[in-house]
């Protein structure tokens, strides 16, 4: 398979990702969610023995049952702090822990019977280089499981809310939110798999009473509302806008303490 290939000017975004990721405690973050991984995890129907790939793992979410579920399981991400919180969780359950690329993925072709990821690879910038290297690693009649936020859902929102606030993208990059449109999927792997399975649904959070308190945890623990923040920290009036912004975006979709954050489910079958 021909895949696009990286650039040196990719190694200076790559540093910055990193950084970005490894910012404040997305462990944390991916707490909230931590159901998602789970229902990918059941969505794929993991075998006893078959090896799984989970690209952009973070700490796990989606690793971490199917190691439960008798895979194989290689986490990788391009954060390492990110995978040693992971490992150090969940030492007991044989999962090889692995820095990697999602646009680049150091294993060889039709490696894997399964490849995950849990709203990772979608903030990977060059998204056409990432489902080429989903598909290239697994094998034929092997499955590619995602969750990704969807464009209109509440953190699609959120990030069109920061986007006038932060720095800007690298030139070709993408934004992650697409990766939550069947129309974006099935243009990424065109014809290369085939059962494509989408759902489109939400999962339930119930963490924060009122708008200003997600806004307050955000800043404090997701990488890019603090990178966002970061951008603007020497205006004050911009901080104070954005401020006002996100809290009022979450308080128009928390009700009784309760907010829904819309995601795509695509479990999808390599040709």
């Known amino acids: 398979m021909t895949t696009t290939q990286p650039t040196p000017f990719d190694a200076e975004i790559k540093a910055k990702h990193r950084k970005l990721w490894a910012s404040g405690d997305y462990p944390a973050v991916a707490d909230l969610i931590a159901p998602l991984g789970r229902r990918l995890v ?98 034929p009649g092997g499955r590619i499981g995602l969750i990704n936020w969807t464009p209109t859902g509440f953190i699609g929102e959120l990030f069109g809310v920061m986007k006038p606030y932060a720095p800007p993208p690298p030139p070709g990059a993408q934004p992650g939110p697409l990766w939550g449109s069947t129309d974006h999927v099935r243009s990424l792997f065109d014809g290369r798999v085939t059962d494509h399975r989408f759902t489109t649904t939400t999962v339930e959070i119930d963490k924060f009473p009122d708008g200003a308190a997600f806004r307050d945890f955000f800043k404090a623990h997701y990488g890019p509302t603090i990178v966002t923040f970061r951008n603007i920290a020497d205006d004050p009036t911009r901080v104070a806008e954005l401020d006002s912004a996100i809290a009022e975006l979450a308080d128009r979709h928390i009700t009784d303490g309760r907010m829904e954050w819309e995601y795509l489910q695509a479990v999808l079958t390599v040709v």
């Open 42 to 139: 059941d969505a794929l129907h993991i075998q006893s023995g078959e090896k799984v790939l989970d690209v952009a793992a973070g700490a796990g979410n989606a690793a971490v049952p199917a190691a439960r579920d008798g895979g194989h399981v290689v986490a990788t991400d391009l954060t390492p702090e990110l995978l040693e919180t992971g490992e150090a969780r969940h030492k007991d359950l044989g999962i090889t822990w692995r820095t990697a690329d999602a646009e680049d993925l150091p294993f060889d072709d039709d490696d894997f019977d399964i490849a995950t990821s849990c709203v990772g690879v979608m903030f990977a910038p060059n998204h056409q280089r990432c489902a080429d290297e989903l598909v290239r690693v697994v094998r």
